[in-house]
């Protein structure tokens, strides 16, 4: 019965392993490509939208230039 016992335990522990190792590999593709993705926003901040500390000015109102007419063609100018 001892014998079964330690068996049972000794391939319990191996597949706890094993399943560790998988979910960690998992996991560490999902971490790499969210760091990435937040590194990338990151540089994509314009910096208009700054405070003069470096910090996302959620305070102040942004100003846009909203057109209403899309169908708006630039003439170019003939030589």
Not at 22 to 29: C, D, H, R, S, W
């Amino acid at each position: 019965m001892q014998d079964i016992l330690n068996i049972l335990y000794t391939y319990s522990l191996f597949g706890a392993f094993l399943l560790g190792c998988v979910v960690a590999f998992v996991f560490k593709g999902y971490l790499d490509e969210y760091i990435e993705n937040a590194a990338y926003a990151k540089q994509m901040v314009h910096p208009e939208m700054l405070d003069e500390n470096g910090k996302i000015d959620l305070e102040t109102e942004l100003l846009y230039l909203r057109t209403d007419n899309i169908d708006v063609t630039l003439d170019e100018d003939e030589d």
